[in-house]
C-alpha cells in the first residue's frame, strides 16, 4: 500500500498570499495518478486537480498541481477566502486507492 | 448536472447490517465505475470499494474485505453498499463518488473520483 504524506499539517496564511501543500509518496505513484480534493468542513470532497496537474472542470487557474513519482505539490496562487479549507491528495495508480492525511489552510 | 444522492444511513449495533444506497442523475450511469470512500469524524478519507462500470469487478479496501458489499443497478441508475458485521470502527460519514474517467472505454485508468454524494453518517454503537 503507498502511503501519502501532506506537509505542513496546518499552513496558517493571509488573503493575497501564495500557498504551497506538499504530498510525498512511499513509494512511486505510477503515471502520476495524483489527485487533489478540497474539503470544507460539512461537505463533501471537491475534485480539484487529477492526474498530477489537470484541474478538473470549474477549477479556477489559481490552483495548479505540479510533481511526479514520489513528490507532489498543490499551489494556491493568490488565496481567496473560499480557499481556507482542508486539502487531501489522493494516489490512484495502485489498489489500495490511499489518500494523504490532509493539510489545513487556516487564516492567519 | 451530475447528482448522487445516499440514504440508509443511521444508527446500529456492534454485529448488525446496514444497507446503504446512492441514487445517481445527471450522467451516463452505466458508462462509469463508481466508490465508496469513508470519513470517520473527525479523521481522514479512505476508500472503501470500487464496481466496474458493468458490475463485473469489485474490489474493496482489506478493513472491509469480506464483510461489505458493493453492488450496482444500472436500470435504476443506484449504487449499493451492503455492510455486515459492522464495527464501531466502522463509524463513519459514507460518500459514493463518481470515478472521473468512463470505465467502458479501452484502457480506461481511472480512480480519482469528480463528483461526491452529500454523505451519510453511519453510527456503530450498542
Known amino acids: 500500500e503507498i502511503v501519502l504524506t501532506q506537509s505542513p499539517g496546518t499552513l496558517s496564511l493571509s488573503p493575497g498570499e501564495r500557498a504551497t501543500l506538499s504530498c510525498r509518496a512511499s513509494?512511486?505513484?505510477?503515471?502520476?495518478?495524483l489527485a487533489w480534493y478540497q474539503q470544507i468542513p460539512g461537505q463533501a470532497p471537491r475534485l480539484l486537480i487529477y492526474?498530477?496537474?489537470s484541474r478538473a472542470t470549474g477549477i479556477p487557474d489559481r490552483f495548479s498541481g505540479s510533481g511526479s513519482g514520489t513528490g507532489f505539490t498543490l499551489t494556491i496562487s493568490g488565496l481567496e477566502p473560499e480557499d481556507f479549507a482542508v486539502y487531501f491528495c489522493?494516489?490512484?495508480?495502485?489498489?489500495?486507492?490511499?489518500f494523504g492525511q490532509g493539510t489545513k489552510l487556516e487564516i492567519k | 448536472q451530475v447528482q448522487l444522492v445516499e440514504s440508509g444511513g443511521g444508527v446500529v449495533q456492534p454485529g448488525r447490517s446496514l444497507r446503504l444506497s446512492c441514487a445517481a442523475s445527471?450522467?451516463?450511469?452505466?458508462?462509469?465505475?463508481m466508490h465508496w470512500v469513508r470519513q470517520a469524524p473527525g479523521k481522514g478519507l479512505e476508500w472503501v470499494a470500487l464496481?466496474?462500470?458493468?458490475?463485473?469487478?469489485?474490489y474493496y479496501a482489506d478493513s472491509v474485505k469480506g464483510r461489505f458489499t458493493i453492488s450496482r443497478d444500472n436500470s435504476k441508475n443506484t449504487l449499493y453498499l451492503q455492510m455486515n458485521s459492522l464495527r464501531p470502527d466502522d463509524t463513519a460519514v459514507y460518500y459514493c463518488?463518481?470515478?472521473?474517467?468512463?470505465?467502458?472505454?479501452?484502457?480506461?485508468?481511472?480512480?480519482?473520483?469528480?463528483?461526491w454524494g452529500q454523505g451519510n453518517l453511519v453510527t456503530v454503537s450498542s
Open positions: 463518488a463518481k470515478d472521473g474517467v468512463r470505465g467502458d472505454l479501452v484502457g480506461a485508468e481511472g480512480g480519482y473520483f469528480d463528483y
Open positions: 445527471g450522467f451516463i450511469f452505466s458508462n462509469y465505475d
Open positions: 464496481i466496474s462500470y458493468d458490475g463485473s469487478n469489485k
Open positions: 513509494q512511486s505513484v505510477s503515471s502520476s495518478h
Open positions: 492526474g498530477a496537474s
Open positions: 489522493q494516489q490512484y495508480g495502485s489498489s489500495p486507492y490511499t
